[in-house]
């Protein structure tokens, strides 16, 4: 009897504390947004154990997007009209965006927001880190440059500049225009008679750490749109770059020295490079993006003014390319020294564009030609698959290689670019180890020295 009665007082126990026990375990989703309700911290081994793309999915999100920890409803918002700036599109209010963003970056926590319906005209201002924690931009009107080219002299080489910001998110559907007629008629590439000169990059980002860049339009930039550099983990997304197709030196976006780099679904036509990536960029992916006009998307160039470049792992995916010239391009100049490798180009259309396919160790881009040097930047381990549509040249795949440092491990793969009529495209290869070629290449190929099978 005794131990009967005992079997039951255990069991009685067991079953009181299993409900408690499936209560705090069976659903750690559930209990961590308890914990978030509540002001409490919720067990960390849970959250450790969650991928973060299914945090994004859990309750909490309907009450607002997190920033560094803390939810949208428990920031500081700052506006810009708040700190005297007037959105009437008549007067500079770089003065105003200055006390919001310092206002800001003080701030444990902020979004600093520039409201919609509204266009500000603002000369060259700088928004300066570090900062006390992350910050969100959220940009839904309009961002104007000043046409005054005199308002530069303190600084041509950049509008809109992000620096030494850690966690920054700028976004939110607005626009940001460069104003660039005035400097695009003053360039030496329109009028010769004018003197080679730099000119604004509308919107940089330097020295910055976890940055997002999303949902943005960016036009008429006064030279480079967006320039990424010496950053570490950006997010770039859901960008429209546009500008005239004749508008010089007008890169959609351009990466240098970053590391960690996603591009992703952008929209990107000017009148340079849609994308350019120059040395000292690593683990750069390019994903989902459609390209023209322009001159495609390139690497480099690299080692102009005889200088060291290094750029690798680069992935070029899944983009779109109509109606541009030099489409997928590695260029670097004679006399320069350093590295370009690991490059992949994979599953890519492209419509009616010129030279689609291009490698050019020997590349000038100067009125006077360029002397023959022996040095070089060494390109190797390059992959092309899966690119198809249609060339507006005759020579689709141009490998111009150097005759000191010639291209290694270059690889074409299931290529099928046709000219007018349906007929194969020509390449021309000089001074190429092309380690592979399908049967699916349809290519009618020109070789010369280094080919193999």
């Known amino acids: 009897m005794f131990l009967q009665t005992r079997f039951l007082t255990c069991l009685i126990a067991f079953l009181l504390s299993f409900p408690c026990y499936f209560c705090s375990h069976a659903s750690p989703h559930y209990n961590d947004y308890l914990g978030k309700a509540s002001g409490h911290n919720s067990p960390r081994t849970f959250i450790n154990a969650i991928k973060t793309r299914e945090l994004e999915n859990w309750p909490w999100r309907k009450f607002g997007s997190k920033v560094g920890g803390r939810s949208l409803a428990s920031l500081k918002t700052i506006n810009v009209n708040d700190y005297g700036a007037k959105g009437d599109g008549s007067d500079a209010t770089e003065r105003a965006f200055k006390k919001a963003w310092v206002a800001a970056c003080s701030s444990e926590g902020s979004v600093l927001v520039v409201p919609k319906n509204k266009n500000y005209l603002l000369k060259p201002i700088t928004f300066q880190g570090p900062c006390k924690s992350g910050i969100t931009v959220h940009i839904y009107g309009t961002v104007q440059a000043s046409a005054d080219r005199s308002a530069y002299r303190s600084d041509i080489a950049h509008w809109l500049l992000f620096e030494n910001v850690q966690n920054l998110v700028v976004q939110g559907g607005g626009v940001i225009n460069g104003n660039g007629k005035a400097w695009w008629e003053n360039s030496c590439k329109v009028n010769d008679e004018h003197p080679c000169q730099e000119a604004p990059t509308a919107l940089t980002f330097y020295n910055c750490k976890d940055l997002v860049v999303k949902n943005l339009k960016i036009q008429n930039a006064q030279q480079i749109h967006v320039s990424f550099e010496n950053c570490v983990g950006v997010q770039a997304s859901g960008l429209t770059i546009i500008a005239p197709g004749n508008s010089p030196n007008t890169d959609g976006i351009h990466v240098a020295g970053t590391q960690n780099i996603q591009i992703s679904n952008s929209v990107i036509g000017t009148g340079d490079d849609c994308i350019s990536i120059a040395s000292g960029s690593q683990k750069v992916q390019v994903t989902g993006v459609t390209c023209g006009p322009g001159h495609g998307i390139s690497i480099?160039?690299?080692?102009?003014?005889?200088?060291?470049?290094?750029?690798?792992?680069?992935?070029?995916?899944?983009?779109?390319?109509?109606?541009?010239?030099?489409?997928?391009?590695?260029?670097?100049?004679?006399?320069?020294?350093?590295?370009?490798?690991?490059?992949?180009?994979?599953?890519?259309?492209?419509?009616?564009?010129?030279?689609?396919?291009?490698?050019?160790?020997?590349?000038?881009?100067?009125?006077?030609?360029?002397?023959?040097?022996?040095?070089?930047?060494?390109?190797?381990?390059?992959?092309?698959?899966?690119?198809?549509?249609?060339?507006?040249?005759?020579?689709?795949?141009?490998?111009n290689c150097s005759d000191e440092f010639p291209c290694e491990g270059i690889v074409l793969q299931d290529i099928n670019i046709q000219v007018g009529g349906g007929k194969a495209a020509k390449a021309v290869c000089n001074n190429a180890r092309v380690t592979q070629r399908e049967a699916s290449l349809q290519i009618a190929w020109k070789l010369r020295l280094y080919i193999g099978s």
């Open 300 to 399: 480099g160039s690299l080692g102009s003014g005889d200088t060291e470049s290094h750029v690798s792992d680069v992935t070029v995916s899944n983009a779109t390319l109509s109606g541009t010239t030099n489409r997928v391009r590695i260029k670097t100049w004679q006399g320069g020294s350093g590295i370009a490798s690991n490059i992949k180009f994979q599953n890519i259309v492209m419509n009616n564009v010129d030279n689609p396919i291009i490698i050019d160790q020997k590349y000038c881009d100067q009125a006077k030609p360029c002397k023959s040097q022996s040095s070089a930047v060494l390109v190797q381990n390059v992959l092309y698959q899966n690119i198809k549509g249609t060339s507006s040249s005759n020579e689709a795949i141009q490998l």
